[in-house]
C-alpha cells in the first residue's frame, strides 16, 4: 500500500506567541542599533527611521500607522491567521521600540558595526516571524505571499523595495551613512533569502 503524504505538523498557540515575541524583540534591537549608528534599513522599516530621523516622530507610531494599508491585501491574499499574526507582530515591535530605550542604552556603535548586528538581529527575528507565519507588514506581506504563491524568495523581494527606499534615504542622509545601511540591509536580506526555505522547514 502506497504511502499517504502526512500532513505537516502545526505550531501550538503557545508556540506562536513565543515566534512572535522573539521575532518582535530580536527586530526591535536591530532597530535599537540602527537608530544609535544613526543608520536606516529597507522596506516600510527604513520609510519609518527616514521619517523619524526628518520630523521628530516616534518610530514605532510612524510604523504603525504605515503598515495599515497593506493588511487589506494580507487578508484577501494570504488568510485571517495571517493576517492577525501579522498585526499583532507589528503592535508588538511597535512597542518595543518604545520601551528598549529606556532599559537598554547604546552609548557608542560604530556604523559598519551597528549595520551588520543590525542585520543579522532583523534576519534572525524576521525568520522567527516567517516560521510562525507572520510578518511584519508592509513589503513583507508582499514578499511573503509572492514567496508562496510564485516561489521568488522573500529576501530578493525585499532587496528591490530596499533599493527604492535607499534612493529617497539619499535626499536627507549623508551618502556614507546611507552606504552603511545598505551593507546591513544586504546582510538582513542575505540572511533571509538562503534560510527561509519552505521545503526546509515543514512545520506550519
Known sequence: MANRPQTPPRHSLAEDAQGLFVGTLLVALSVQLLQ?????????????????YASGLSFGLIF???????????????????????FSAVGLLSLFTEILPKVLQLETVHPLV????????????????????????????????????????????????????????????????VLYSLIGAAVLNIIIATNHRRDRYIVR
Open 114 to 177: 551597528g549595520a551588520i548586528l543590525a542585520g543579522v538581529t532583523a534576519g534572525a527575528g524576521l525568520l522567527a516571524l516567517f516560521r510562525h507565519g507572520a510578518s511584519l507588514g508592509g513589503v513583507g506581506i508582499v514578499a511573503f505571499w509572492l514567496q508562496d504563491t510564485r516561489g521568488i524568495k522573500a529576501g530578493w523581494v525585499q532587496l528591490g523595495f530596499d533599493a527604492v527606499v535607499f534612493a529617497l534615504a539619499l535626499a536627507v542622509m549623508a551618502p556614507m551613512t
Open 36 to 52: 544609535s549608528a544613526g543608520l536606516t534599513t529597507g522596506q516600510i522599516a527604513g520609510l519609518s527611521l527616514v521619517a523619524s
Open 64 to 86: 504603525f500607522a504605515l503598515n495599515l494599508p497593506f493588511y487589506w491585501l494580507a487578508l484577501r491574499r494570504v488568510g485571517w491567521a495571517f493576517t492577525v499574526k501579522t
